[in-house]
């Protein structure tokens, strides 16, 4: 059986903020069939992960590209890889069976093929959503979570800012650390998405950043006695304005710079003075070096959701053809949540 695959590639690269106009669909006959002795799988993809960092694999240069398997350079015209949910429609690895549901990295597309060593694992849903396993209790849950209890290493009452809040990131940090017995405040974007910070999700406080002439000077206002722990997914202005209010002996998770992947003139220059004077950890980290939690994470993580103390937020769009604009959306403040485009329905 053959069918037509489609997938998103980029026409050239790309070195600012993105436009839909930056992306191209582009199709080609696949067949079903593997040849014999293939070791091949062929899955038919149903989520696909949008996620910002990715931009930095469009550029024509960035220095993650070379410091990371996950990072490395899309060259236009190839496919586009990233985390996402899929049905095993062939298999030539005796591992995996037609009809298997897999989590791994795929192609922004119909179908992926994936090769041998490729990353790919048989998964459980356990009741939940599919798309939970590229969120929640996927990358951008472990990131939330590790970042959060192996990074920050949280101590019950300790004053918590997460920046970008409503992200898929930020809104799980502010849960997991009101759940440990934080004071959690969030920037957002929006009066919409602070509000859902405040009355859904729990934060204690939750504020407009657009609204702040002054950030250090607003995170003064929200944090009187200073910030014990920053989860920082935004860099720039914001990053300097909490490490200007952090408390000695704070600690900054580096999880994202969203205000400088599309702003080259953009670069977070806090005081290092503070840095060292204060003794303030400030420490990067890939959700990747923490698998060793995985086990944990999940459990956890899955007992939250049982129990209903914890709120997954998600932003789904439906169809190939809509993953452009999903991910230049990331860069306009569009989603709250996690950003997922969803294939097709099963």
């Known amino acids: ?154 101590k019950k009452g300790e004053k918590v800012f997460v920046s970008a809040a409503s992200g898929s990131v930020g809104h799980l940090v502010g849960q997991y650390a009101k759940l440990f017995g934080c004071y959690v405040v969030g920037s957002a974007g929006s009066k919409e998405k602070v509000t859902l910070l405040k009355d859904k999700l729990g934060f204690d406080d939750a504020f407009n950043y657009k609204e702040e002439t002054d950030l250090k000077a607003a995170l003064k206002r929200y944090f009187p006695d200073g910030i014990d722990i920053y989860f920082d997914n935004v860099g720039a202005e914001m990053q300097e304005a909490a490490i200007a209010n952090m408390n000695t002996y704070g600690r900054v998770a580096v999880c994202g710079v969203i205000s400088e992947y599309t702003d080259g003139k953009k670069r977070a220059a806090p005081e290092m003075l503070d840095v060292i004077y204060k003794r303030i950890k400030f420490q990067g980290f890939l959700a990747a070096d923490h698998l060793n939690l995985y086990q944990d994470f999940i459990s956890t993580t899955c007992n939250h959701l049982r129990s209903g103390a914890i709120y997954p937020l998600e932003d789904i769009s439906d169809g190939v053809e809509s993953i452009p604009s999903a991910f230049t959306g990331l860069f306009q403040g569009g989603n709250i949540g996690k950003k997922v485009v969803r294939i097709t329905e099963e």
Do not use: C
Request: glycine share 10%; no cysteine; aromatic share 10%.
């Open 1 to 154: 059986m053959e069918v037509t695959n489609r997938f998103i590639t980029i026409k050239n690269p790309v070195d600012g903020a993105p436009r839909e106009s930056d992306f191209e669909t582009k199709a080609e006959a696949l067949s079903l069939k593997l040849e014999p002795g293939s070791s091949d799988i062929i899955v038919k993809n149903l989520y696909v992960s949008i996620d910002p960092y990715q931009i930095n694999r469009l550029k024509s240069h960035s220095s993650s590209q070379s410091a990371s398997s996950f990072a490395v350079r899309i060259i236009p015209g190839d496919t586009i890889d990233a985390s996402g949910v899929a049905r095993v429609v062939a298999s030539g690895n005796p591992e995996f069976e037609k009809g298997d549901l897999v989590v791994g990295l795929l192609a922004w597309g119909d179908y992926t093929v994936v090769k041998p060593g490729g990353m790919l694992r048989k998964f459980d849903p356990m009741g939940f959503p599919l798309s939970y396993q590229v969120g929640i209790l996927g990358f951008s849950g472990l990131t939330a979570y590790a970042g959060f209890f192996e990074i920050a290493k949280p």
